[in-house]
């Protein structure tokens, strides 16, 4: 059974910085990609991270400049480094993978979810 387990979220102050941390476990051949989306209240979930199987990475305009992921290919985790936090990025942050399970299927897995608060 593949799982994502997520830390690192927690309150911090407006212009503040929070690493947030996802590992992969289980039993996989591999992972396509990992991202990291976010949910704040009433709100639809988005994306704010994004790494392909490669070096791509990808972020939306909200976030680029402020938040950088970057993958550990070998211990299959995926971090979020957030820099100059606003009360706009409160939410809870989702892990996403997609995993593939054998050679012909990959699923599509989140983790639990962390909360960030940012006070201002």
């Known amino acids: 059974q593949v799982q994502l387990v997520e830390s690192g979220g927690g309150l911090v102050q407006a212009g503040g910085s929070l690493r947030l941390s996802c590992a992969a476990s289980?039993?996989?051949?591999?992972?396509?990609?990992m991202a990291w989306y976010r949910q704040a209240p009433g709100k639809q979930r988005e994306l704010v991270a994004a790494?392909?199987?490669?070096?791509?990475?990808n972020y939306p305009d909200s976030v680029k400049g402020r938040f950088a992921i970057s993958r550990d290919h070998a211990e299959n985790t995926v971090d979020l480094q957030m820099s100059s936090l606003q009360p706009e990025d409160t939410a809870v942050y989702y892990c996403?993978?997609?995993?593939?399970?054998?050679?012909?299927?990959?699923?599509?897995?989140w983790g639990q979810g962390t909360q960030v608060t940012v006070s201002s």
């Open positions: 790494s392909t199987g490669g070096n791509d990475t």
């Open positions: 996403n993978a997609k995993i593939r399970v054998s050679r012909d299927i990959v699923r599509n897995y």
């Open positions: 289980g039993t996989f051949f591999s992972i396509n990609a």
